[in-house]
């Protein structure tokens, strides 16, 4: 296999791009040595490659392009070691995701082919995280495992543990007796697939369904930081409208922050005594300033 020929192959995987790189590579170290000696690509450089493969279809160019990336599929794998799988393999999975972005990649967008590449790479490093590594481990401390070992020959029926059979057990073993019924609920039940299959009528209560959190999408969040400051700085701009009597008494009731985390605990009453007034007056001077404050956003929005 050459470098140039990506259309024969759908993805590189280890062995094929450690036969594309200078010397003779025999183990993983030896791949990650060497493609950290590669030369990074100058943005003209990468560029103009980029541009000759999307034009005209050079896959020399496109070789230059994944073999000067694949440093960045090994720093990136790095970051999922933690989930027990080989980091060659992962590797392995990302140059995959690699050479998809260098097919998709469009220099004139005015971003590096580094930062277009993450997100492929990722892509295909979590479907293969997902698909090789079981979510619940069943025993990971010390105390863990001598459960994992040990309970099943202690228990004296095949139901449910009684209150002082696990008393006893956690007195045996020396672990705390909400170990032991936490080993007995994840002894007792099934594996349960992340998601659900194709013909499975259910499948939207599959744990996919409900683990994803759609509001730590990056747009998502950067939209409600901008809203959340848009909104602090209308308030503050509305805040200054009012006469110092009015702030005070809306600061009072409604923003100030209190030791117990509360926000406005002043009472009518409160505010009364302080401006020597009747309450009922500090209500109308309040609900007169909400109503110019309500404006005031009104009118920035």
């Given at each position: 296999?050459?470098s140039?020929?990506?259309?024969?192959?759908?993805?590189?995987?280890?062995?094929?791009?450690?036969?594309?790189?200078?010397?003779?590579?025999?183990?993983?170290?030896?791949?990650?040595?060497?493609?950290?000696?590669?030369?990074?690509?100058?943005?003209?450089?990468?560029?103009?490659?980029?541009?000759?493969?999307?034009?005209?279809?050079?896959?020399?160019?496109?070789?230059?392009?994944?073999?000067?990336?694949?440093?960045?599929?090994?720093?990136?794998?790095?970051?999922?070691l933690?989930?027990?799988?080989?980091?060659?393999?992962?590797?392995?999975?990302g140059?995959?995701?690699?050479?998809?972005?260098?097919?998709?990649?469009?220099?004139?967008?005015g971003?590096?082919?580094?930062?277009?590449?993450?997100?492929?790479?990722?892509?295909?490093?979590?479907?293969?995280?997902?698909?090789?590594?079981?979510?619940?481990?069943?025993?990971?401390?010390?105390?863990?495992?001598?459960?994992?070992?040990?309970?099943?020959?202690?228990?004296?029926?095949?139901?449910?543990?009684?209150?002082?059979?696990?008393?006893?057990?956690?007195?045996?073993?020396?672990?705390?007796?909400?170990?032991?019924?936490?080993?007995?609920?994840?002894?007792?039940?099934?594996?349960?697939?992340?998601?659900?299959?194709?013909?499975?009528?259910?499948?939207?209560?599959?744990?996919?369904?409900?683990?994803?959190?759609?509001?730590?999408?990056?747009?998502?969040v950067?939209?409600?930081?901008a809203?959340?400051?848009?909104?602090?700085?209308g308030?503050?701009?509305?805040?200054?409208?009012?006469?110092?009597?009015?702030?005070?008494?809306?600061?009072?009731?409604?923003?100030d922050?209190?030791?117990?985390?509360?926000?406005?605990?002043?009472?009518?009453?409160?505010?009364?005594?302080?401006?020597?007034?009747?309450?009922?007056?500090?209500?109308?001077?309040?609900?007169?300033?909400?109503?110019?404050?309500?404006?005031?956003?009104?009118?920035a929005?």
């Amino acid at each position: 296999m050459s470098s140039t020929d990506l259309t024969l192959a759908p993805a590189m995987d280890i062995k094929a791009a450690m036969a594309l790189l200078p010397g003779s590579l025999g183990n993983f170290d030896a791949y990650v040595s060497a493609v950290n000696r590669i030369p990074l690509l100058q943005p003209e450089e990468e560029a103009r490659l980029a541009r000759q493969y999307r034009d005209r279809g050079d896959l020399d160019s496109a070789g230059k392009l994944v073999l000067s990336h694949l440093r960045l599929v090994v720093s990136v794998a790095r970051n999922y070691l933690g989930y027990g799988l080989p980091h060659a393999d992962l590797v392995q999975e990302g140059n995959i995701g690699l050479m998809k972005a260098v097919k998709r990649f469009d220099p004139d967008r005015g971003v590096r082919l580094v930062s277009f590449a993450l997100h492929w790479i990722k892509a295909e490093i979590h479907e293969y995280v997902l698909r090789n590594w079981r979510l619940v481990k069943v025993a990971t401390t010390k105390g863990q495992r001598k459960l994992f070992f040990n309970l099943r020959s202690l228990k004296k029926s095949p139901g449910a543990m009684s209150p002082e059979e696990i008393e006893g057990v956690a007195r045996y073993l020396n672990v705390k007796p909400e170990e032991v019924a936490e080993m007995e609920t994840r002894l007792a039940g099934g594996e349960i697939a992340l998601e659900g299959r194709g013909d499975d009528e259910g499948e939207s209560y599959a744990p996919i369904a409900y683990l994803e959190d759609p509001g730590a999408e990056p747009t998502q969040v950067l939209e409600r930081r901008a809203n959340d400051l848009l909104a602090d700085e209308g308030v503050q701009g509305a805040l200054a409208a009012l006469d110092p009597r009015s702030r005070r008494i809306v600061q009072a009731r409604w923003l100030d922050e209190n030791d117990d985390g509360s926000v406005g605990s002043a009472t009518l009453h409160d505010l009364a005594r302080e401006f020597g007034v009747s309450a009922e007056r500090i209500r109308q001077i309040e609900a007169k300033a909400l109503r110019k404050m309500r404006d005031e956003l009104q009118d920035a929005s």
